[in-house]
């Protein structure tokens, strides 16, 4: 870690481009963070760079509305998947083949791009909600521990109970905040963490906190639509990049 200092005004940009994607839409940090950050380090020294800015101001947006109480009791056992299967997947993005996690997060990047394009929709769980709750956090919870990115399937599917605005936001903080705190515990029993890192990690919250701040102006002046297009075009060229990058470098 300590050789990030010659990149500094890199590693401020990435987070703070990373924090206004999430003042504007409400998600994304870890995501943009990730992809961009593994275009110059291992997913996990990336993944540990992004704790506790990730889990800040996801605490934070679970924590802001009135529905926490009635989401916990709703989510606990999906939330209890997430985080149970990111400790168990962790070994992955910790492991000596980084080239593994940057395939898989190159993958995870273009099949979210692609289903944020497409504007696709599962649909709501109905009767099945605890059994699928429970097979989407395990399946978030194995993408966190081998990519760093837990959007999937854990968006589209909170997406499906159809949940105010509102509780939505808080739903995704909760989700997101059971990851970052499940993949921190992971990283360390990897010893995937060293003493540089949490240094490094509170000093990315300056710029992420910035770009927050940022955000939330940006959000009632920029077209909602035309912004995710650019937003999730520029993740599926990223995801593509970062695929082949790692495929080439097996070759």
């Known amino acids: ?11 401020f940009a990435i987070f703070l481009l990373a924090g206004t994607v999430k003042g504007v839409v409400g998600m994304g940090l870890p995501t943009v963070a990730m992809g961009l950050l593994s275009l110059r380090m291992a997913p996990a020294e990336a993944a540990a760079l992004l704790l506790l800015p990730s889990l800040l101001t996801n605490v934070q947006q679970a924590a802001t509305g009135s529905a926490l109480r009635s989401l916990l009791r709703r989510l606990w056992p999906m ?14 993005i910790a492991g000596q083949d980084s080239r593994i996690a940057g395939i898989g997060l190159g993958a995870l990047l273009v099949i979210y791009a692609a289903f944020g ?3 696709w929709q599962l649909p709501s769980p109905g009767r099945h909600e605890r059994a699928l709750g429970l097979l989407a956090g395990a399946l978030t919870g194995l993408a966190t521990g081998a990519t760093g990115v837990f959007v999937l399937p854990s968006l589209p599917y909170l997406v ?3 949940l105010s605005r509102e509780a939505l936001l808080q739903a995704l903080g909760l989700a997101f905040s059971a990851a970052t705190l499940a993949l921190a515990v992971g990283l360390a029993r990897q010893h ?26 940006l959000r009632a002046r920029l077209p909602p639509r035309l912004f995710r297009r650019v937003f999730f075009i520029t993740l599926a060229l990223l995801g593509a990049h970062i695929l082949w990058r790692a495929l080439a470098t097996g070759a």
Do not use: C, K, Q
């Open 1 to 11: 870690m300590s050789t990030l200092l010659p990149w500094l005004p890199f590693l």
């Open 79 to 92: 939330l209890l998947a997430i985080a149970v299967a990111t400790l168990l997947s962790a070994g992955v």
């Open 117 to 119: 394009l497409g504007e």
């Open 160 to 162: 499906s109970l159809h």
């Open 192 to 217: 995937a963490l060293d003493a540089h890192t949490l240094p490094a990690s509170a000093l990315a919250l300056v710029p992420t906190l910035f770009g927050v701040a940022i955000g939330n102006r």
